[in-house]
Every structure is written in C-alpha cells, then in structure tokens.
C-alpha cells in the first residue's frame, strides 16, 4: 500500500487536538498540536459544554494550521482525515466531525470515523519501544475503567470494566470534596504526595469479586464521610486522606491489571487514559510487573490524556486495514458509544 498521510482531529471533550501521521513506517506521527480548555472551564468546577464546543470552533483551523507549518506538509498532500465520531459531548463532537468532512469534501478524500478510546488502547503505539499484538490494556480516563484483550487494530474484547464511576471520574469527585479545582485528578496526586500512608483506611472495592469489574463510587462516598467526621481538616488531614484514597485505587487497579494479565497468559500490559498519567499507579504497576516478568507500556505522557495524535494513529492504521473508510459528506456523531460496537 502507498504512503499515506491522515490528519488526524479529536474533540470530544474539553481538548482539541490535530495531529499529522504518516503510515509511513519512517514516519509515523509528524507533528500535532493541542489546545487544553482546562482553565476556560475551571471557573465552573466541571465541563461546560456549551462553552466546549464554541472554543473547539475557535481552535480548530489555528491548529491545524500550526500542524501543517511544523510538519512542511500542505492541505493538499492529505490523503485522509480521521476524526473522534464518540463517545464524548455531542455538540464538541460535532464541531470536530463537521470540520473535517467538511474539509475532506473540499480536497476530494475520504474520512476515517474514530472511536475515542480505540484512540486511548492504541496510543502506547507512538512511543519508542511500542508493544506488540496481542497485550493486555489497562484504560482509565476520565469517563471508563476497563480492562481489555487487544488482539489487533480493531480486534479488542472486553474483560472487565466498572459498575458505576470511571477511576478518572473518582479521582475528579474526590479532588472536588477536598476543594482542588477541576479536574482534580493530578492536583489529588500532588496533594496525596505529602500524605501519610495507613493514616486514613478507606475500602477496596471489589479487589476480591473473582472477577475483573470495578465499582469505585463507594470510595467517594468512603471520602465524604471521612471528611465530615472530621469537619474542616487541615493541610496535613486533607494530605492524609489524598494519599489514603490513592493508594486505595492504586491497590485495586494494580490487583486487576496484573490477575487480567496473568489469566490471559500474555505478558504485556498497556496502561492507557488519563489516569495512566498518576506516578503511584506506575510505581506500583512496575513494581508489580517486575516480579512477573511483565512488561508494562505507557503512552508518553503527553498522550496519555486526550490528543490529537492517537486519533491519526488510530486514523491511520484503519485506514491502512481498510477499516471504517468512508467516502467525505455524510456523517453522524456517536455521544454514546460502546467500543464493543466499533469492532473490525
Ligand atoms: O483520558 P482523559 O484525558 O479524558 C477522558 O477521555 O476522559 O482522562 C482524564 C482523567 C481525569 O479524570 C483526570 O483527573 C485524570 O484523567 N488524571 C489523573 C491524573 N492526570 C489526569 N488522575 C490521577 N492522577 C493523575 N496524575
Ligand atoms: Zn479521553
């Protein structure tokens, strides 16, 4: 198959992001460039999605032009575009899959649909020493927690996933009951940083189910109790609970991951989404892996949370396949969306 060049547009939440990939294998990806609206939102405590998609508006041409530039390429040597089509906020979504078959119908190419978290499994793809098919993946972000067998590009089966809030989305609660700003889930990991470990016991929920699912909402509940008992903790008390919710979430992601990899008698584990970015997490999970000779994956950090970079890689290896091409003009975007229904 010939060379091709994907541009690649993700924006399903609260960060556009456009990036440049060759399915060239010296290429790979050549340039992308991210606008986060994290302090755009920070003023509300949480996404807005009104406020989302105006700003997706804004962006979008800036830095797809800002791509190009970095990168020496031009519109016109763009062989496909490939966007996030869901799950995510529907009006940002639009924004991202408007423009860029929109774009695509002008140059006369087609359009590869993404799905956001293929995006997420795949991503550990760009780093330096990429895993191979099959592994097993760890993916936490901000909305899922799932534990999956990758066989292939398309080619994933799920193993495990939680029952009520998604590690990313505890993380973000739990940071708001101790009033750090959203989203809160590096700023809990700074904080549970000068915690004391054992102080403040909270429950693992599910560690012994028997099976791969997670439920983490009663840990957040665990938080606020804790938080009332003691009525305004200080610095150190708030430090203390950071650190004893961490390692709560820690200890069952880790127990999970590693009886996922172990059952599946691969030994390769691929931690993807947001979450993946929380050093305790990789602190232990290599800890772990080591004694079982497993060898654990992360995407690079800046690819971790959302980005441009996996979508025109996800993009860009269903385009080689063949897989989800489609021809520029019509398209619908999918807000929910269940990966198990954007198979091969
Ligand atoms: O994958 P992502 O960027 O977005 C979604 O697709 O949801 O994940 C965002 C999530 C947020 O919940 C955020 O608080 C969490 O990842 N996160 C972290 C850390 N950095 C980001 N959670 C724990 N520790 C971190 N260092
Ligand atoms: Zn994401």
Redesign the pocket.
């Known amino acids: 198959m010939p060379v091709m060049l994907i541009l690649g547009i993700e924006s399903?939440?609260d960060?556009t992001g456009i990036a440049l990939y060759s399915t060239d294998p010296d290429g790979g990806l050549l340039a992308h460039a991210l606008h986060s609206q994290i302090v755009m939102h920070q003023a509300y405590g949480g996404v807005v999605p009104e406020l989302a998609s105006r700003d997706h508006i804004r962006r979008v041409v800036p830095l797809v032009r800002k791509v190009l530039a970095e990168s020496g390429r031009s519109l016109s040597e763009v062989d496909a575009i490939a966007y996030t089509q869901g799950p995510g906020l529907a009006g940002a979504l639009l924004v991202g899959a408007a423009f860029a078959e929109g774009l695509a119908t002008a140059l006369g190419v087609p359009t590869v649909p993404v799905h956001?978290l293929e995006g997420?499994l795949l991503s550990p793809l760009l780093s330096d020493t990429p895993p191979r098919f099959p592994f097993i993946a760890l993916l936490?972000?901000?909305?899922?927690s799932q534990l999956m067998r990758v066989a292939g590009v398309g080619a994933y089966q799920l193993l495990g996933e939680t029952l009520d809030d998604?590690?990313?989305?505890a993380?973000?609660k739990t940071?708001k009951l101790l009033g750090l700003p959203y989203?809160?889930?590096?700023a809990?990991?700074d904080l549970a940083a000068t915690g004391r470990p054992g102080l403040v016991k909270l429950p693992r929920p599910m560690l012994n189910s028997g099976n791969l699912d997670f439920s983490f909402s009663g840990l957040k509940t665990a938080v606020l109790i804790k938080v009332r008992e003691i009525g305004t903790p200080d610095e150190q008390q708030r430090a203390d609970i950071a650190r004893g919710f961490q390692d709560a979430i820690v200890e069952v992601l880790v127990k999970k991951s590693m009886r996922a990899v172990m059952d599946s008698g691969l030994a390769q584990l691929v931690v993807a989404?947001?979450?993946g970015?929380?050093?305790e997490?990789r602190r232990q999970l290599d800890a772990q892996a080591a004694k079982a000779r497993i060898a654990v994956f992360y995407p690079k950090l800046e690819f971790?949370?959302?980005n441009g970079a996996m979508i025109a890689l996800a993009g860009g290896l269903r385009f080689a396949a063949g897989m989800s091409v489609k021809p520029a003009g019509a398209f619908a975007v999918r807000p929910r969306w269940p990966l198990a229904d954007a198979l091969a």
């Open positions: 399903s939440c960060e956001h997420h936490v972000s901000g909305g899922h998604a590690a990313g989305e993380f973000d940071a989203p809160g889930g590096a809990l990991a989404g947001g979450v970015a929380n050093q997490l971790c949370t959302d």
